[in-house]
Antibody
Framework: EVQLVESGGGLVQPGGSLRLSCAAS????????MSWVRQAPGKGLEWVSA????????FYADSVRGRFTISRDKSTGTLFLQMNSLRPEDTAIYYC??????????????????WGQGTLVTVSS | EIVLTQSPATLSLSPGERATLSCRAS??????LAWYQQKPGQAPRLLIY???NRATGIPARFSGSGSGTDFTLTISSLDPEDFAVYFC?????????FGQGARLEIK
């Protein structure tokens, strides 16, 4: 059974940092691209960042580029999102999501077929 | 950035009725469009990918159609569990974008 379990959310002051983790199990981790998608309270979905199965290709939304870093550890099957210089507008539930396959430049980044339950990040003084 | 506009914002129907939700892209996304369902307090669930392919385990009453800039999600006969928010998403070009969502509510 595919499982994705996020952790690391919490309350942080503006300008602070957090590191989100997503523990993956039930599938061959390196064979699938992964993404982070966020949802501000009562709002829609916003794609944040994505990474290929090998970790060799990474992508960011303009709103987080230069502040957030996505990475993955194949030895533990864990996806990460390092978030620095946090702003109040980063407040949201952060979901990790598995792609339907790996990323290939010829076919684009896959849609997400499994999602974690999300972890809440609140940026406030 | 490709903007996805969903309509209507809210659709009020009764169980057993047919639901039709629309997603329009600001430029062509070919067939690289997906539909997700989200219920309160839950993560999104993939329903349809690449415009018309049902994801694993999705009931046959859900169908998707369209290509280019205009797409439709149809639920042939609404089940009480189908009342939720629906999002479309494109993967044709970076950044990946979602529609603003459409709420399907019980009339």
């Amino acid at each position: 059974e595919v499982q994705l379990v996020e952790s690391g959310g919490g309350l942080v002051q503006p300008g602070g940092s957090l590191r989100l983790s997503c523990a993956a199990s039930g599938f061959t981790f390196t064979s699938y691209a992964m993404s982070w998608v966020r949802q501000a309270p009562g709002k829609g979905l916003e794609w944040v960042s994505a990474i290929s199965g090998s970790g060799g290709s990474t992508f960011y939304a303009d709103s987080v580029r230069g502040r957030f870093t996505i990475s993955r550890d194949k030895s533990t099957g864990t996806l990460f999102l390092q978030m620095n210089s946090l702003r109040p507008e980063d407040t949201a539930i952060y979901y990790c999501a598995r792609g339907t396959g790996d990323y290939f430049s010829s076919s684009g980044f896959p849609f997400s077929d499994y999602w974690g339950q999300g972890t809440l990040v609140t940026v406030s003084s | 950035e490709i903007v996805l506009t969903q309509s209507p914002a809210t659709l009020s129907l009764s169980p057993g009725e047919r639901a039709t939700l629309s997603c329009r892209a600001s430029q062509s996304v070919s067939s690289y469009l997906a539909w997700y369902q989200q219920k309160p307090g839950q993560a999104p669930r993939l329903l349809i990918y690449d415009a018309s392919n049902r994801a694993t385990g999705i009931p046959a009453r859900f169908s998707g159609s369209g290509s280019g800039t205009d797409f439709t999600l149809t639920i042939s006969s609404l089940d009480p569990e189908d009342f939720a928010v629906y999002f479309c998403q494109q993967r044709r070009s970076w950044p990946i974008t979602f529609g603003q969502g459409a709420r399907l509510e019980i009339k």
